[in-house]
């Protein structure tokens, strides 16, 4: 059996870590009635959690049901991980309304209010994502082949828009070495390698310079 190369997943989960760590910081910073930049904010918010749930609901089909089947005695471990994915979809559920009432009017209180659920919800994802990493992934490189491995980013890259591909794959990659960016990019059909190469890094600078410039 082809083992797969479950790192992928450290790097996509290093991209959640460093974003929605932020995500506070830059609502705390955006002037209040400064609706330009609330609406850069609360877009790249919603871009990233399109991403979490695409990442999350690939598990759900793809990965929870195999070791659920093949890495008994560890389906607790599998349910805690379930359960976890419900409590985050809580947290996104409350953020929502706060983050489209702050976009529209970013008053200082709802700014704070907002940022002090965002700080909820990282916190929270942050000990799912470490958990993850720490017991799933060894079950997983033991228990999944690489081609059930491979639908789980298949299944992702398919969810995503034209727009929303080049700056995803940019937030991923961004703090990737070069041995991590190669495996990545390896995985990809050869025009949209090319992509993200030229046009895509192109976006992405151009978006990551709007974001983080404030």
């Known amino acids: 059996m082809t083992r797969p190369d479950v790192h992928e ?3 996509v989960h290093r991209a959640f870590r460093r974003e ?3 995500a506070a910081g830059h609502v705390r910073r955006t002037p209040a009635g400064d ?5 850069i904010v609360a877009e790249h918010l919603r871009l990233g959690f399109a991403g979490l749930e695409m990442h999350h609901v690939g598990e759900d089909v793809v990965l929870w049901p195999l070791l659920l089947e093949r890495a008994a005695p560890s389906t607790g471990l599998v349910e805690t991980m379930q359960a976890q994915h419900h409590g985050v979809d809580a947290h996104v559920a409350a953020i929502m309304p706060a983050l489209d009432a702050w976009a529209a009017d970013p008053t200082g209180a709802r700014g704070e ?3 002090v659920l965002l700080e909820a919800f990282a916190a929270d994802l942050v000990e799912h994502l470490d958990l993850e990493e720490r017991e799933i992934l060894p079950l997983a490189a033991r228990h999944v082949t690489a081609a059930e491995w491979n639908r789980m980013g298949e299944h992702g890259r398919d969810a995503m828009s034209a727009a929303q591909l ?4 940019g937030l991923v990659l961004e703090d990737a070495d070069d041995e ?3 495996r990545m990019l390896g995985t990809l059909p050869m025009p949209v390698r090319l992509l993200l190469r030229t046009v895509g890094a192109w ?3 151009r978006y990551a310079r709007r974001l983080r410039t404030s």
């Open 20 to 22: 929605f760590g932020a």
């Open 35 to 39: 609706t330009r930049r609330a609406r």
């Open 180 to 182: 991590e960016r190669a």
């Open 9 to 11: 997943m450290v790097v």
């Open 113 to 115: 209010r907002l940022a």
């Open 203 to 205: 976006q992405f600078g």
């Open 166 to 169: 080049p700056i995803m794959f």
